[in-house]
């Protein structure tokens, strides 16, 4: 535990997993920044590394943390349909936010019309990032490449004509495999058919549902042979080393790229949308969310304001490899990368949430794709696996 300030009132515990590394560093810049501003308000953070485990334990026992940092969207329907997280109206109806969040992260931050999270960042899941060298060797240029099927297209071309890989695909963990599929959904069908299947509306789609997996199955048949076994992290460092053409994943990924040494973006590596969603901007969120009831109510408001205010989003951002929800936060600090990052948000047409990290879906849905995309990498039969999908798509939609 960590005192942020001392003063007035109860005080107030923030539970969270950022520790170490850019998580941690970037809420020790928001715990800062605040200080400097509230310097009266009384706060404690309090790490866990089980945070959803242990909030909900606590609820059962009505002793709640007084805020959390926790994935907003449909990932907290359940805490609402208890009536166990605030209204947070308030914070954003007094303040900016309104006007300076777009509307993907406004969505996610509200319940049937309701206000029950402050989105801290941003991180983008629809990136292709590539390895320039190698894909003027292969003879392609990714920019051109226009849709999921398309981008199969090449990367059997490539598997086929040369003797480099063409995206490297992680399964050790199927949340990996979850992720291209809604990415493919996406790319290949647009936002209202990805957001219908994702609203309950997923056995009418069941067509559009099998064609994905069906491109999902042409990646996974051209990856290496590790595939199933094969770890985001280890990828990642693989494609670093010039292991493949092309990776897909969120732009956390980024955060190794810039810290290795003459690994250089823009030159040794670049990233376009992923095939098929231009203008889109798929987003995995932080947020931070209040217990329904508080022993210190003004306090918590004074926090969720500077966590929702420019400057806090600022510093924490920064720090984190993500970008900001707000579309007025300076930047200019920020890496070149990230800086075009918030360019493609604020240009964007929409913000999908995603699935693979729980704002689309609710949080017993997202258990059940999890193994519905396990048991399709064992076997590859995409019609039990469209079946699996459906399922869990339209349990407690």
């Known amino acids: 535990m960590s005192r942020a300030s001392t003063g007035g009132g109860a005080d107030v515990e923030l539970l969270h997993r950022l520790v170490g590394g850019d998580g941690g560093a970037a809420l020790e810049a928001l715990l800062e920044g605040f200080t400097q501003q509230h310097p009266g308000v009384p706060l404690s953070d309090v790490t866990n590394e089980n945070l959803s485990l242990t909030v909900k334990s606590r609820i059962l026992k009505e002793d709640p943390?007084?805020?959390?940092?926790?994935?907003?969207?449909?990932?907290?329907?359940?805490?609402?349909?208890?009536?166990?997280?605030?209204?947070?109206?308030?914070?954003?109806?007094d303040s900016d936010m309104e006007r300076n969040y777009l509307d993907g992260p406004t969505?996610?931050?509200?319940?049937?019309?309701?206000?029950?999270?402050?989105?801290?960042?941003?991180?983008?899941?629809?990136?292709?990032?590539?390895?320039?060298?190698?894909?003027?060797?292969?003879?392609?240029?990714?920019?051109?490449?226009?849709?999921?099927?398309?981008?199969?297209?090449?990367?059997?071309?490539?598997?086929?004509?040369?003797?480099?890989?063409?995206?490297?695909?992680?399964?050790?963990?199927?949340?990996?495999?979850?992720?291209?599929?809604?990415?493919?959904?996406?790319?290949?069908e647009g936002h209202d058919t990805y957001r219908a299947i994702s609203d309950g509306q997923a056995s009418q789609h069941r067509r559009e549902i099998v064609q994905a997996l069906e491109i999902v199955q042409r990646y996974g048949a051209v990856a290496t042979d590790d595939r199933v076994y094969l770890s985001l992290t280890d990828a990642n460092e693989r494609f670093v080393e010039g292991g493949s053409v092309f990776f897909h994943q969120g732009d956390w990924a980024a955060g190794a790229y810039t810290e290795t040494e003459g690994f250089d973006y823009e030159s040794e590596w670049s990233h376009v949308p992923f095939p098929g969603t231009e203008g889109y901007y798929a987003m995995n969120m932080d947020s931070i969310v209040s217990a329904a009831d508080t022993d210190n109510p003004s306090a918590v408001e004074t926090f969720l304001r500077y966590a929702g205010s420019a400057d806090g989003q600022r510093r924490f951002n920064q720090k984190k490899g993500s970008i900001p929800p707000r579309t007025d936060v300076d930047t200019g600090q920020f890496t070149q990368f990230l800086q075009d990052q918030q360019r493609a948000f604020q240009q964007s047409r929409s913000q999908p949430l995603s699935i693979t990290h729980g704002l689309?879906?609710?949080?017993?849905?997202?258990?059940?794709?999890?193994?519905?995309?396990?048991?399709?990498?064992?076997?590859?039969?995409?019609?039990?696996?469209?079946?699996?999908?459906?399922?869990?798509?339209?349990h407690a939609a």
């Open 360 to 394: 689309g879906v609710r949080p017993d849905q997202l258990i059940e794709l999890k193994t519905a995309m396990s048991a399709f990498v064992s076997t590859w039969d995409v019609e039990s696996a469209a079946d699996a999908v459906i399922t869990a798509l339209e």
């Open 65 to 93: 943390p007084d805020i959390w940092i926790e994935w907003p969207g449909k990932n907290l329907e359940p805490y609402a349909d208890a009536g166990v997280i605030g209204d947070l109206s308030p914070v954003w109806n």
């Open 107 to 188: 969505e996610a931050a509200r319940l049937d019309g309701t206000y029950r999270a402050v989105p801290l960042n941003i991180h983008r899941i629809n990136n292709l990032f590539i390895n320039p060298s190698l894909a003027d060797e292969v003879g392609v240029d990714p920019s051109r490449i226009d849709s999921p099927s398309a981008f199969a297209d090449e990367l059997e071309r490539i598997d086929t004509e040369t003797d480099h890989v063409g995206m490297l695909f992680p399964m050790k963990n199927p949340w990996t495999v979850l992720q291209v599929f809604e990415t493919v959904l996406l790319g290949e």
